[in-house]
């Protein structure tokens, strides 16, 4: 394919270099957006008198059906091409001859390529958000049916304190909300347009920007010409959010992973989300869980070089900047395809109740409880918690649990204890009387569960908005 910038050259270029400074390969999912981005500038040049009317007639309607073309099939790309951009204008000159020459006008691939970044970027922050709703959907879902489920929460990944799956499960709903949260507020930077900056200086046509901003669906054109050409920032910082998301997929997904094992067996996976082994047929491996947990650091390396793309870069465009593509689409691609996998796995797991159960029966995580108690009947709580401490250890000693522990060796510690003491240290008790915002019982995981679907249907969002009463 001739090359449009033929003309300063008297040679060849070498084709080893062309191979290497060509992008057509990974930008090629940009067509759409290319093609949107030159319907909207040819008609601008058209309502500014700077093309004929009849030209612009004649691109839009030859865009038009390569758009078509491409989509159908009929159409394929030239692996030769040095770009996108160049192989659609191209096409269309090929098409429609001179006319087609005249779409460049005002116009470099600078700004035009990022525009298609935007545009592509804005379309694939609505499909993940949606992805993330689902997934954040599902868990509200779920929470409803494990209200009452108990089992263990830990710190130090001890057996800590009683609380419900339904709360566990509210504790990611409230990181997915704050990474669409994330996604909303780097859409929100990235709504300008940089169409009209040119290669760095803008143009001295009379351009209309506000016109081309408004037909794409931004809401103001980029102020700076150098830095609509130059800024990647919305780039990084969308990988920074999508890296937070694969966080939060990745630490739910060693619980899963955990979960699903032996030692635990809170979870059992349906059979179409887990694997076998090749030599061991006992095995029900977590694959789809561990594979989320190992993109996780995928999707962090293409944080780091888009940093490391940009960290030494001058004013304006520099080719350095053609590696961005590959980077974010790779990390969008491996976060859609994480998250519309991970949650039709969550949601068709098997919750094991009664493991769960057993479980917050053993390692004393109604020791806070006991505490409670006797601060309730007026000792002070550093006191207590000896008393606590040594109940414990005289349970480890005699191989008893603080439910099994005999009255009157709780009244040698303390005349305090009385019978209720039992009902005190239940762990369902101890579950549902921690009803303060945020916590563990019923009522306060359905407020939490009330408040994240409200989220969810778009209300709720102004700053300092908090929990429903």
């Known amino acids: 394919m001739p090359k449009m910038w033929a003309g300063r050259f008297k040679k060849e270029t070498d084709s080893g270099v062309n191979d290497f400074n060509s992008s057509i390969a990974f930008d090629c999912r ?21 093309i004929p009317e009849e030209d612009c007639e004649r691109i839009i309607d030859g865009l038009t059906g390569i758009l078509d073309d491409l989509g159908s099939g009929a159409l394929q790309f030239d692996p030769a091409a040095e770009d996108i951009h160049m192989f659609i204008e191209a096409e269309l000159t090929a098409r429609i001859g001179d006319a087609g020459k005249r779409l460049h006008t005002a116009r470099s691939r600078n700004d035009q390529v990022a525009l298609d970044i935007r545009l592509v970027l804005r379309d694939e922050i609505d499909e993940i958000s949606g992805l993330l709703e689902k997934l954040t959907q599902t ?77 794409l669906g931004f809401a103001a054109p980029v102020m700076n010409s150098l830095d609509g050409v130059s800024d990647r920032d919305f780039c990084i910082e969308l990988a920074g959010a999508l890296a937070i998301v694969m966080m939060h997929l990745s ?16 979870l059992e996976l ?61 990390a969008v691609d491996t976060v859609k395809l994480c998250l519309s996998t991970f949650e039709p796995m969550l949601r068709t797991a098997s919750v094991l109740k009664g493991n769960m159960r057993a479980a917050a029966a053993k390692g004393f995580i109604n020791a806070t409880d006991c505490a409670d108690y006797l601060v309730r009947k007026g000792l002070p709580f550093r006191d207590a918690y000896k008393v606590t401490g040594t109940l414990v250890g005289l349970c480890v000693d005699k191989g008893l649990t603080l439910e099994t522990l005999p009255l009157e060796e709780y009244q040698k510690l303390s005349p305090l204890f009385e019978a209720d003491i039992y009902a005190a240290i239940d762990l369902t008790a101890c579950a549902m009387t921690r009803n303060s915002l945020g916590g563990p019982a019923k009522e306060s995981v359905g407020r939490q569960i009330a408040w994240a679907e409200e989220r ?14």
């Open 270 to 330: 349906d059979d179409a989300f887990a694997t076998g082994s090749s030599i061991m047929p006992q095995k029900k491996n977590p694959d789809v869980a561990e594979l989320v947990r190992g993109k996780t650091g995928r999707v962090y390396g293409d944080l780091v070089t888009l940093l490391a793309m940009m960290k030494s870069l001058p004013l304006a465009y520099n080719k350095d900047m053609q590696e961005d593509k590959e980077a974010i689409f790779d």
């Open 251 to 266: 630490r739910f997904s060693e619980e899963v992973i955990l979960w699903c094992s032996w030692e635990f067996k809170f």
């Open 456 to 469: 969810l249907r778009g209300l709720g969002q102004e700053d300092g908005e908090g929990m429903p009463e």
């Open 30 to 50: 940009m067509y759409r957006q290319d093609i949107a981005g030159s319907i909207a500038h040819a008609a601008m040049l058209a309502e500014q008198g700077i």
């Open 139 to 215: 868990l509200c879902e779920m929470a409803k049916a494990h209200t009452e489920t108990i089992m263990p929460g830990y710190t130090h990944l001890q057996r800590a304190q009683p609380i419900t799956f339904a709360h566990h499960l509210m504790a990611y709903a409230s990181m997915f909300l704050r990474d669409l949260g994330r996604l909303a507020d780097t859409r929100e930077r990235m709504d300008e347009c940089p169409l009209g900056s040119g290669a760095l200086a803008g143009t001295a046509y009379p351009i209309d920007r506000a016109l081309t901003a408004s037909a």
